[in-house]
């Protein structure tokens, strides 16, 4: 076998792993607490179907495979809970280091490839990168929403926190931002986001 082919299915192989690494977020409906790869899977199918609420012209492809890699580097670096705000100061270090140890298991220029998408997401610079963190945003909170705010409750989160972390959702889509407010505000008002 072709160097190059042996180093693509090792990558294949490995970001299997991703299906072993668990989120805090629970399935809808009070299901098991999903994996990254169950994450990305969710975000990519939904960036598909909400697409026409992109605030700028996406190439959808794109913010799918932006979706799709984002976490792989949770296989190295686990993941950071989004208002863990201990963790969150070393993960931009963790998961830079996780990206090249995963990343360089690939042909050289797919490993650049990766890690400028990997990129790109991270620093939100493309309208395609702003919608994506909308659809890392959205997905969460719609199940979330689904179990009756059970995530945000154990872990005492308030509805500060969501709106700090939706900032992002509204510079990929105002109108997915919306809908976000809508489904915050119902959960403050029962109970489960604190003020």
Not at 103 to 116: F, G
Request: hydrophobic residues 35%; glycine residues 4%.
């Amino acid at each position: 076998m072709e160097q190059r082919l042996k180093k693509q299915l090792e990558f294949a192989l490995e970001i299997d792993k991703e299906k072993n690494i668990f989120r805090q977020t629970h399935l809808s409906g009070y299901g098991r607490k999903e994996n990254d790869a169950e994450h990305a899977w969710h975000m990519a199918v939904m960036a598909y179907l909400l697409r026409e609420y992109a605030n700028e012209k996406i190439d959808i492809a794109r913010v799918m495979i932006l979706c799709l890699i984002h976490d792989i580097v949770e296989i190295e670096s686990g993941d950071t809970y989004a208002y863990d705000e201990e963790n969150r100061k070393t993960q931009k270090q963790r998961e830079d280091a996780a990206k090249e140890k995963i990343y360089s298991i690939l042909p050289e220029d797919q490993k650049q490839e990766l890690i400028s998408l990997f990129d790109e997401f991270e620093e939100n610079r493309t309208a395609e990168a702003r919608f994506a963190h909308a659809m890392d945003n959205l997905q969460p909170l719609l199940l979330n929403h689904s179990n009756n705010g059970g995530d945000w409750k154990e872990h005492k989160v308030t509805s500060k926190q969501v709106y700090g972390r939706h900032k992002k959702t509204k510079l990929g889509s105002e109108r997915l931002y919306q809908a976000a407010d809508e489904i915050i505000q119902e959960n403050i008002r029962k109970g489960n986001l604190r003020k």
